[in-house]
């Protein structure tokens, strides 16, 4: 340890040396990734309930990085949000993911989440345009997920942007719904079309009533607002059943398929068997 000039000690600064060398490397790749295209999109079919066909498909990046395989977005989407990459990065994932869609039936949208750092860029309503004019995907087959944090910006730049990308005719989707703060108020703030209901909600479905009090409730009151609902998560067909008889809309989750290859989507026939 050595003396930092004021009497103390910093025992630990080799190893904070070490961390942050290693922090460096992960940003340098991530940057390079980029240029290099190890990016990927992987696409979940999202199901109508009633007829447990696709009616959506979300498209989840992943990183195929040469050395340590597929890393999830949940290990390099921060770091991409703290370095800035995540604007060029989202503006690819939109682009390739709207060319991707256009190909498919006029009755299936494309869902595609956003980021918080993605709306303060000051062009992502551009961004959106563009992609939908190069695509050719109509703007009412795109959705675009978010979490309230888009909402929690004090100068309310996001609502703004938010009432703008409305106008180009496209969905706004409210991600992760139940798993923040206050989250009841945000949605007297943005008329979304759609509310995500969290898979920590879906997952104790059958075996704990507090969550199918909470899943009924969402369900009831996006009806009263006229959104949509969504139950992330959905891996058992007693869960399927739970949320049908709540009288949610719309479910996604390994019951269905797992995100994939978009040629190994299934987008013609019942993913489930439907009741
Ligand atoms: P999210 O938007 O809430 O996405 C849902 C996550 O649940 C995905 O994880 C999906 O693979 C996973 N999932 C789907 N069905 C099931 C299931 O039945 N059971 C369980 N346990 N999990 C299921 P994934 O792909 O690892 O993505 C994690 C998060 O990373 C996403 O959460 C989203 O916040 C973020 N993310 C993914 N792709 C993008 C992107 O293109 N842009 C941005 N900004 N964020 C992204
Ligand atoms: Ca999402
Ligand atoms: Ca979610
Ligand atoms: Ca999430």
Redesign the pocket.
């Known amino acids: 340890a050595k003396s930092d000039g004021r009497g103390c000690y910093r025992f630990f600064e080799p190893a904070m040396d070490a961390d942050a060398q290693l922090q460096r490397e992960f940003e340098f790749e991530l940057r390079e990734a980029l240029v290099r295209k190890e990016f990927e999109i992987h696409f979940?079919p999202i199901v109508d309930i009633a007829t447990c066909r696709a009616c959506a498909v979300e498209?989840?990046?992943r990183w195929r990085h040469p050395d340590h395989g597929l890393i999830?977005?949940?290990k390099f989407?921060p770091v991409a949000e703290e370095i800035g990459l995540?604007i060029p990065l989202?503006e690819w994932?939109l682009d390739t993911a709207c060319r991707i869609a256009a190909d498919w039936p006029d009755d299936v949208r494309l869902a595609?989440?956003?980021?918080a750092v993605q709306f303060r860029s000051g062009n992502l309503v551009e961004v959106v345009r563009d992609a939908l004019a190069r695509s050719g995907l109509p703007a009412a087959r795109l959705e675009l997920?978010i979490t309230e944090s888009v909402l929690l910006q004090k100068d309310h730049g996001g609502l703004a942007v938010l009432h703008d990308l409305a106008a180009l005719g496209v969905h706004i989707v409210l991600?992760?719904f139940g798993t923040g703060y206050s989250s009841l108020s945000y949605l007297q703030l943005f008329p979304f079309s759609k509310i995500k209901i969290d898979?920590s909600f879906v997952a104790d479905l059958p075996t704990r009533s507090d969550c199918a009090a909470i899943v009924c409730t969402v369900v009831n009151l996006a009806k009263a607002l006229d959104m949509g609902t969504t139950a992330?998560?959905?891996?058992t067909v007693e869960q399927l059943e739970l949320l049908r008889a709540a009288g949610c809309r719309e479910a996604?989750?390994?019951l269905f398929g797992r995100?994939g290859a978009a040629s190994a989507l299934v987008l013609d026939q019942p993913l489930a068997a439907p009741r």
């Open positions: 979940q498209a989840l990046v999830p977005p949940d989407i995540i989202g994932i595609v989440n956003l980021s997920e991600d992760d898979k992330e998560g959905v891996e996604q989750g390994w995100p």
